[in-house]
T-cell receptor
């Protein structure tokens, strides 16, 4: 079945490099979320898209983090000038409807980012 | 500000027995949703169950039930008849009615013993 896919699954970057993480949500899903999960912690919300509109980016930790979803389907999370504290698993999730109520978020397998 | 607290870093349960995973939350909103997710060692987050703040009955989904005590702001997950495949991390999460942000607790690691 076509679930949420993310690429790459693993990324090693040198400190200072820029990285781009891709999320392919389930086809037709309106809502898309990005989360950051540090080792041994729960996911932390980064940003939310409803179609192509970024309605909440309050969780982005700094202006080095940027996300887009230009055509309302695939999304890219970009991290500029990576730092060691950016090392984490980045999870993408999508849901069929707009946020609210009982909608189920379907998560991708995540991208594990290691910054050396 | 919204907050989720899971006070059990790890739990052990014997196969076929029931287990309760604790979750308390804090919010000033009257409208909110509570979620439980399972994260196996593979890393994928799997939705288990949802409870709305206005739902009068506790949510149930197969072997999962949510013990919702609104006055105490608790939303404990009960897994009945534990199976070896239930061994995983379990996260409680909440979203306030007017917002887009879902916040997660720190998780509880469940170990099911044969």
């Amino acid at each position: 079945g076509a679930g949420v896919s993310q690429s790459p699954r693993y990324k090693v970057a040198k400190r200072g490099q820029d990285v781009a993480l891709r999320c392919d949500p389930i086809s037709g899903h309106v809502s898309l979320f990005w989360y950051q999960q540090a080792l041994g912690q729960g996911p932390e919300f980064l940003t939310y898209f409803q179609n192509e509109a970024q309605l909440d980016k309050s969780g982005l930790p700094s202006d080095r983090f940027f996300a887009e979803r230009p055509e309302g389907s695939v999304s890219t999370l970009k991290i500029q000038r990576t730092q060691q504290e950016d090392s984490a698993v980045y999870l993408c999730a999508s849901s069929l409807w707009r946020v609210g109520g009982t909608e189920t978020q379907y998560f991708g397998p995540g991208t594990r980012l290691l910054v050396l | 500000a919204q907050k989720i607290t899971q006070t059990q870093p790890g739990m052990f349960v014997q196969e076929k027995e029931a287990v309760t995973l604790d979750c308390t939350y804090d919010t000033s909103d009257q409208s909110y949703g509570l979620f439980w997710y399972k994260q196996p060692s593979s890393g994928e987050m799997i939705f288990l169950i949802y409870q709305g703040s206005y739902d009068e009955q506790n949510a149930t989904e197969g072997r999962y039930s949510l013990n919702f005590q609104k006055a105490r702001k608790s939303a404990n997950l009960v897994i009945s008849a534990s199976q070896l495949g239930d061994s995983a991390m379990y996260f409680c999460a909440m979203r306030e009615g007017g917002g887009f942000k879902t916040i997660f607790g720190a998780g509880t690691r469940l170990f099911v013993k044969a």
